[in-house]
Every structure is written in C-alpha cells, then in structure tokens.
C-alpha cells in the first residue's frame, strides 16, 4: 500500500498526517493504514497512523479524510 494519502484533498505522507492529529511536530510515523471506522461528523473514511510524538511515547492517530476531524489514543 502506498505510503501517502489524499486527507481532505491534499496529498499527506505518514508524518504530515501525524502533525495534522497532533498540531505539532512529530518524531517519527508509521504507515497509514485503513480505519474500520466511519467519521462521526461526516461519515466519511477514517485512516490511522502510528507515531511518536516525543521520545517516550507511541499514540495511534485516526484522521477522516473529508473533514477536520481527529482523535488520538494514547
């Protein structure tokens, strides 16, 4: 699977998608990844992304493709 996506019409690499979850800077990003989940302000595709917002840390960030929504989990 490729490594970018289109997230609310804009072409995003792993890390780009990360800072958009986290509204700063991130060390590192996994792959993006499909979300068996639908936006619950939209309806639209969610995708996920593993990464480390600092040293100590590992988050999954969820992003819906068509809208501004976003959640994390620690």
Known sequence: MA???VVQG???TPKKLAELIEGESVMD???I???DR???DCG???VS???MPSVTAFVTGYKCQ???WSERED
Do not use: I, S
Request: aromatic share 4%; hydrophobic share 30%; charged share 40%.
């Open 3 to 5: 490594d970018n996506r």
């Open 10 to 12: 804009r072409m995003v």
């Open 29 to 31: 990003a996994e792959a």
């Open 33 to 35: 990844e499909d979300a």
């Open 38 to 40: 639908e936006c619950p």
């Open 44 to 46: 639209g595709d969610v």
């Open 49 to 51: 992304v593993g990464y």
């Open 66 to 68: 068509d809208c501004d």
